[in-house]
C-alpha cells in the first residue's frame, strides 16, 4: 500500500492505486452489506425476494445512494464541503459501484436476496484474504506488527466456538458430546491463526473464513429463507428469517473491520483504527439502548398512528429543504484530512448530507416517473371487543401540488435564516443615481400603500359607497407589483450587462442586489396585504398579478445567485468572495422570501396557483389522519387525536409562558442583588425539595387552590398553572447556576465602562448564561409534557374530543375585571397525557392501538419541543462565540 496515497490527496503509482481502490470498493461493499442486513431485519425488502421485484427495491436503494453521494460531490465541486481525502472518495465511490453491481445482478440472475447476500459475503471474505497474501507477499507496502494481538484472537476464538458449535450440532447432534470437541477445535483453530502469524495474515485469514463460511451458509440455503430450528430445550425457536439477517450483520463488521485495517496498512495506524470502531460500535450500542423505550413505543404505536398517511413527492421536497440547508451548513468543515482518523469523525458531518440527498433523489425519481411510492401495512383496531386488522399505507405520490401554509412554513423560515447569515453590502458596488433615487422614493411608495391597506381596514373597501377598493385599491397594487418586477429584476441585469469579469460584474452590482431584493419583497409585501384589505385579486388573463410577480421575482433572484455563486467560485481574491458570498445570502433571502409571498397569497385570497403543472394551493397533499382529524367513533375507519394535541401544545406553552419568566427573574434577584447568606440558603433548600416533590401533590393543590378560584371547573388555565408550578423550580435551579457561572471579570469589565448593573445583568450577564437556561427549560418541558396524574386532576380525562381548544380566537374584552375574558382558558381540554391513561390503563376506549398511537404522537410532540429549544441553545451559544 502507498503511505503517499494514504496520507495525501494524490496517488503516487498503479499499484497502490488498485490496491487501495480495491479495499475502498471492499470496504464500501461491506457498509452496503451491512445496510441490507438492516433492511432485512425490519423485513421492509423481503428476504425471499427476486428478479424484479428484488430490482425495483435495489433500485431504490441504488436511488439513495446515488443521491446521498451526489449531493455530497456536487458539494465538493462547489466548494461549499470541501473533501479532499482519497479514502472517503474511494469509499463513497465503492459504495455506489456496489449498489449498481448489486441492482444490476438482481435483475440479471434469477436469485433470491438472501442468494444474493450470501454471494455478497464471500465476495468480501475473498477480497480481505487476497488483501492480506498481498501484504504478506510484500506485492504492497505496509507495516504490520508480528501479532494481531491477543484481544483479536479471544474474539476470532469465541467466532469459532460459535462456528464450530453450530457445524458440530448439526453433523452429529447436540446429544453426542463430539459436537463439543468441534466447537473446541474450531475456537483454537480461529484463535491461533489469528495470534501466531504476522498481522496481516492474523487480521484477514481468521475473518475471510468466518465471514465466507456465513456467506456459504446463507448462499447454499444451508441456513435459507424456510429454515428454522426448534430446540427442545426452548420454547420458541430461530427462523430463517432472523438469524440470515444476524449472519450478515456480523460478517459485515468483520469484513468492514479487517478491510480497514489492510487499507490503514496495519501497525499502530491500523489497530488505532480498529479501536476507532469498536468504540463507535460500543457508542453505537449504548444509544440503542436509551433509545429502547423510543423505539418500543414507536413499534407499538407508529402502525395506528401513521394509517393513511399521505404526502405528495412535492410537498415532501419542501419539508426537506430546510434541512438540506441545516446539512449543508453542518459539512461546510472539510470532510477528510490526511489523518484518517480525523477524516472518519468529520466524515460524519456529511452523513445528514448525504440521508438528505438520499430522499431528495427518491422523491425526484418519484416525481420523474409518476409512480406512486407506498409501504403497505396493517394496523389493528378492536371492534366490538375483538380485534380487527386493516390494511393501509404510508404512500407518497407524484401529484404536483403543495399546501399554501406547507409553503410558507419553509420558505419563512428559510428566508429568516438567510437573512441571518447575510451581513452587509453597505459602500460596496458602483453608485448609480438612479437607484439612488429610486431607493429615497421607495419608502414613500411603501408607506402609502401600507397607509391605503390601513384605510380599508378601518372603513371597508367601500368607505360612503364608493367603489375605493375595486378603483384605487387594484391600481396600487397593479403599480405596486409592476414595480416589484423591475426591481426584482435588477440584480440579474447588474451582473450580465456590467463591464469586465464576471466576478467583478457582480461585485460591482451589489448596490442593485440590496435595491431589488429588499426593494421588491418589501412592494410586493405591501401589495399583497392591500389587495386583502382591498379585496381584490388583479390578473392577467388566467395569472393572478401577485402571485405572478413572487414567482418571477423568484426565478430572477434564483438566476443572479446562481451567477454570483459561479463569479465567486472563479475568484481569486478573499475579499471579494466574501463579498460575492453576503450577495449569495442576499440574493437566497430573496429567493425565499418571493416563495413565502406566493404561498401567503393562496392562503389569503383561497385561489391557486399553478405554473407548468405545479400547483399551490390551501388543499395541499399532506394527509395525517391521526393529528389532521378530530374523533370518530372508533370502527372500520378510525379518526384522529387533534384536540388531544393541540391541547398537549397549549399546556405546554402556558407553562412554559408562566414559569420561565419568573424562573429566570427569581435566578437574577438571588444571585446578583440578594445577599448571600441564610435567606438564600433556606430559598435553595425549598426549591431543591420543590423539584422533588411528587406530581400527584401538585394535582391537589391544583384541585383545591387553583379550580375554587378559577370558576369552580376543570381547565385548560388550572392545568397550565400546574405544570407551571411544576416547571418554576427546575427553570429557578438551572438558571441559578448558569448566572453563577458567568466570569466575574464579565461584570467588572462592564462596571468599568461605567455601565449600570442592570444594563450589565440585561446586556452581559443573561446573554451568557442563556445556554445554560435553556437546557434547563427543555429538560422541564420533557418532563411536564408527560405529566398525566396531576393534569387528571385539574384538567379531567376528556377523551375522544371533538373540537380543539380555540385559545386564541377566544380573547374578548369586558366592561367588568379583569377586563379581559377566555372562554377556552377556563373549559377542559382533551391531552395527550390523559388521552394515553384513559385508554391504555383504564381501558376507558375500545383500541389500545389508539393508546399506543397517542403514546407516539406524545413523543414526537416533546421531542418537537426539544427541537425548539436545542435550536435556541444554539443560536445563543453561536452568538456568544461569534460575538
Not at 550 to 575: D, M
Not at 857 to 868: D, P
Request: net charge neutral.
Amino acid at each position: 500500500m502507498s503511505e503517499g496515497y494514504a496520507t495525501e490527496t494524490t496517488l503516487v503509482n498503479a499499484e497502490s492505486n488498485v490496491y487501495d481502490r480495491g479495499l475502498d470498493a471492499a470496504i464500501g461493499l461491506s457498509v452496503l452489506t451491512f445496510a441490507l442486513g438492516m433492511v432485512t431485519l425490519v423485513d421492509a425488502v423481503p428476504l425471499s425476494a427476486s428478479g424484479a421485484a428484488l430490482g425495483e427495491s435495489l433500485g431504490l436503494i441504488l436511488a439513495v445512494v446515488v443521491g446521498g453521494v451526489g449531493i455530497v460531490g456536487v458539494s465538493s465541486w462547489a466548494n461549499v464541503t470541501l473533501v479532499e481525502s482519497q479514502r472517503v472518495r474511494g469509499i463513497a465511490l465503492g459504495l455506489v459501484v456496489s449498489t449498481l453491481g448489486l441492482t444490476v445482478l438482481a435483475y440479471a440472475v434469477p436469485v433470491t436476496l438472501a442468494t444474493l447476500l450470501g454471494l455478497t459475503l464471500v465476495v468480501e471474505a475473498v477480497a480481505v484474504a487476497v488483501a492480506g497474501v498481498a501484504s504478506r507477499v510484500e506485492t504492497v507496502d505496509t507495516s504490520p506488527n508480528t501479532s494481531a494481538g491477543l484481544l483479536a484472537g479471544v474474539v476470532f476464538g469465541a467466532l469459532g466456538l460459535a462456528l464450530g458449535a453450530a457445524i458440530g450440532g448439526s453433523l452429529v447432534g447436540f446429544d453426542s458430546p463430539a459436537w463439543v470437541a468441534v466447537a473446541l477445535g474450531a475456537g483454537l483453530v480461529l484463535s491461533a491463526l489469528t495470534v501466531l502469524p504476522r498481522e496481516d495474515v492474523g487480521s484477514t485469514i481468521p475473518a475471510a473464513l468466518v465471514v465466507g463460511t456465513l456467506g456459504l451458509t446463507i448462499a447454499t440455503a444451508v441456513v435459507g429463507v424456510g429454515w428454522q430450528w426448534n430446540p427442545q430445550s426452548l420454547s420458541g425457536g430461530f427462523t430463517g428469517g432472523a438469524v440470515i439477517p444476524i449472519f450478515v450483520l456480523v460478517g459485515a463488521i468483520l469484513s468492514s473491520w479487517s478491510a480497514a485495517k489492510c487499507r490503514a496498512g496495519f501497525g499502530a495506524r491500523g489497530r488505532e483504527f480498529g479501536a476507532f470502531l469498536v468504540i463507535n460500535l460500543n457508542a453505537f450500542l449504548m444509544v440503542a439502548v436509551m433509545a429502547t423505550i423510543v423505539v418500543f413505543v414507536t413499534v407499538k404505536g407508529a402502525g395506528y398512528a401513521f394509517h393513511g398517511f399521505t404526502i405528495g413527492a412535492l410537498s415532501a421536497l419542501v419539508l426537506l429543504a430546510p434541512a438540506l440547508v441545516v446539512a449543508v451548513n453542518n459539512a461546510r468543515t472539510p470532510a477528510g484530512t490526511d489523518d484518517w482518523h480525523t477524516g472518519a469523525r468529520q466524515l460524519f458531518r456529511l452523513l445528514p448530507l448525504a440521508a438528505v440527498g438520499s430522499f431528495t433523489a427518491l422523491l425526484l425519481s418519484v416525481l420523474a416517473t409518476g409512480d406512486r411510492l407506498a409501504y403497505p401495512f396493517t394496523y389493528s383496531v378492536q371492534v366490538n371487543r375483538a380485534q380487527q386488522s386493516l390494511d393501509t399505507a404510508i404512500a407518497v405520490t407524484p401529484e404536483p401540488t403543495v399546501g399554501s401554509l406547507l409553503l410558507v412554513a419553509p420558505a419563512l423560515l428559510l428566508s429568516v435564516y438567510f437573512f441571518r447569515t447575510y451581513g452587509s453590502l453597505r459602500n460596496v458596488g458602483s453608485r448609480v443615481e438612479w437607484a439612488e433615487t429610486i431607493r429615497q422614493t421607495l419608502p414613500l411608495a411603501v408607506a402609502g400603500t401600507v397607509a391605503l391597506t390601513g384605510l380599508f381596514l378601518l372603513v371597508g373597501p367601500r368607505p360612503l359607497g364608493l367603489p375605493l377598493g375595486g378603483t384605487l385599491g387594484l391600481a396600487v397594487v397593479v403599480l405596486a407589483a409592476g414595480a416589484a418586477v423591475v426591481l426584482a429584476a435588477l440584480p440579474l441585469v447588474g451582473v450580465l450587462t456590467g463591464e469586465g469579469a464576471l466576478a467583478d460584474r457582480a461585485q460591482d452590482s451589489a448596490t442593485l442586489f440590496t435595491l431589488g431584493v429588499f426593494g421588491s419583497l418589501a412592494l410586493l409585501t405591501s401589495a399583497l396585504f392591500l389587495q386583502a384589505t382591498a379585496t381584490v385579486t388583479p390578473s392577467v388573463g388566467p395569472v393572478n398579478v401577485v402571485p405572478g410577480v413572487a414567482l418571477a421575482g423568484a426565478v430572477a433572484a434564483s438566476a443572479a445567485t446562481a451567477l454570483v455563486a459561479y463569479a465567486k467560485r472563479q475568484s481569486g481574491e478573499t475579499l471579494q468572495r466574501r463579498l460575492l458570498g453576503e450577495e449569495i445570502a442576499l440574493g437566497l433571502t430573496g429567493v425565499a422570501g418571493f416563495l413565502t409571498l406566493l404561498g401567503l397569497h393562496v392562503a389569503v385570497t383561497k385561489v391557486s396557483f399553478t405554473v407548468f403543472g405545479v400547483t399551490v394551493a390551501n388543499a395541499g397533499t399532506l394527509s395525517w389522519p391521526m393529528t389532521m382529524q378530530t374523533y370518530v367513533p372508533l370502527g372500520a375507519e378510525p379518526g384522529g387525536i387533534l384536540p388531544a394535541v393541540v391541547g398537549t401544545v397549549w399546556l405546554v406553552t402556558g407553562a412554559t409562558l408562566f414559569a420561565v419568566p419568573l424562573g429566570v427573574g427569581a435566578a437574577v434577584f438571588l444571585t446578583e442583588y440578594a445577599e448571600q447568606g441564610r435567606f438564600t440558603a433556606l430559598v435553595e433548600i425549598a426549591t431543591n425539595a420543590l423539584w422533588s416533590t411528587p406530581s400527584i401533590v401538585f394535582g391537589l393543590f391544583g384541585a383545591a387552590f387553583l379550580i375554587p378560584r378559577l370558576g369552580g371547573d376543570e381547565s385548560l388555565l388550572a392545568g397550565m398553572l400546574v405544570l407551571g408550578f411544576m416547571l418554576l423550580p427546575l427553570v429557578l435551579i438551572t438558571s441559578r447556576e448558569a448566572v453563577k457561572s458567568v466570569p466575574d471579570e464579565y461584570r467588572d469589565a462592564s462596571a468599568a465602562l461605567g455601565v449600570s448593573q442592570w444594563e450589565t445583568i440585561k446586556s452581559v450577564v443573561l446573554p451568557a448564561a442563556m445556554p445554560g437556561v435553556i437546557t434547563g427549560v427543555i429538560l422541564g418541558v420533557g418532563r411536564i409534557a408527560g405529566e398525566t396524574a396531576p393534569l387528571i386532576l385539574v384538567l379531567g380525562s376528556t377523551l375522544n374530543a371533538t373540537e380543539s381548544a380555540q385559545v386564541l380566537d377566544g380573547f374578548r374584552f369586558t366592561a367588568q375585571p379583569p377586563f379581559v375574558a377566555n372562554d377556552a382558558l377556563l373549559s377542559a381540554s382533551a391531552s395527550l397525557p390523559t388521552q394515553v391513561w384513559a385508554v391504555i390503563a383504564a381501558g376507558v376506549s375500545g383500541s389500545p392501538s389508539m393508546g399506543w398511537a397517542s403514546a407516539f404522537v406524545l413523543l414526537l410532540v416533546v421531542l418537537t419541543f426539544y427541537a425548539v429549544g436545542i435550536t435556541a441553545r444554539t443560536y445563543f451559544r453561536r452568538k456568544l462565540t461569534h460575538e
